[in-house]
């Protein structure tokens, strides 16, 4: 089955500094949601972005999408250490299954 | 708020031990799901289930079974525990709104198969 594939796996930054991460895919996409998850806990969501948008902003978050590179990004402004966690991309085709990526572990040092 | 529970948040089996997992979501979703989650793999969908008694297989069904007898409750079932069973399980359930689905988790259960 198509998965997304987030990049890098790991990524560890200081607070206030920016964290961007990639998310890669393989078949045509209805929208593209990202969620948080927070260790040991289920998944939170964030934000999705349809196939005819190509960027989308809530507070603090901004996603990109590039349907012909199949690939989408989530960036996160003024990090705080609160943003610790994992974040996955995950796909929608057209059914009522999401496809889920590997995820993007960040790490946020105060 | 949507709600979504599942039964035990920790839980230790022995194997052969048969396990029963279970959910429920108090919003009167018609999707529920199952996935593993393993460091490295990320989320890999067990089973889905789109209505009552209806359920489908998802991506790594071997070894499980699920049961749907009423809307709110979605259990997964371990016939036989192996040890490659320890893993984490979230269940989810699913509302369409605005255009498209989106998900609801629980705080999923760490299984340990030993």
Same mark, same amino acid.
């Given at each position: ?5 987030? *990049? ?6 200081? =607070? ?9 895919? $393989? ?20 934000? &999705? ?6 960027? $989308? ?8 999408? *590039? ?15 609160? *943003? ?11 059914? =009522?299954? &999401?496809?889920?990526? $590997?995820?993007? $572990? ?5 | #708020? ?13 194997? !052969?031990? /048969? ?8 919003? #009167? ?8 989650? #393993?460091? !490295?793999? !990320? ?5 889905? +289930?789109?209505?009552?008694?209806? /359920? ?6 071997? !070894?499980?079974?699920? +049961?749907?007898? /009423? /809307? ?7 016939? +036989? ?5 320890? +893993? ?27």
């Amino acid at each position: 089955s198509q998965q997304g594939e987030e *990049d890098p796996q790991a990524l560890s930054i200081q =607070e206030g500094e920016n964290a961007t991460m990639n998310c890669s895919y $393989k078949t045509s996409i209805n929208n593209l949601q990202w969620y948080r998850q927070n260790s040991g806990r289920g998944l939170v969501h964030l934000i &999705l972005i349809r196939s005819n948008e190509r960027e $989308k902003h809530s507070g603090r978050l901004r996603v990109t999408l *590039d349907t012909s590179k199949k690939s989408s990004s989530l960036l996160i402004t003024a990090s705080r250490a609160a *943003d610790t966690a994992s974040y996955f991309c995950a796909t929608e085709g057209g059914s =009522e299954k &999401l496809v889920f990526g $590997k995820g993007t $572990k960040l790490t946020v040092n105060p | #708020d949507v709600k979504v529970t599942q039964s035990s948040r920790y839980l230790v089996k022995r194997t !052969g031990e /048969k396990v029963f997992l279970e959910c429920v979501q108090d919003m #009167d979703h018609e999707n529920m799901f199952w996935y593993r989650q #393993d460091p !490295g793999l !990320g989320l890999r969908l067990i089973y889905f +289930s789109y209505d009552v008694k209806m /359920k489908e297989k998802g991506d790594i069904p071997e !070894g499980y079974s699920v +049961s749907r007898e /009423k /809307k709110e409750r979605f259990s997964l079932i371990l016939e +036989s525990a192996s040890t490659n069973q320890t +893993s984490m399980y979230l269940c989810a359930s699913s509302l369409r709104r605005e255009g498209r689905w989106e998900q609801f988790f629980g705080p999923g259960t760490r299984l340990t198969v030993l």
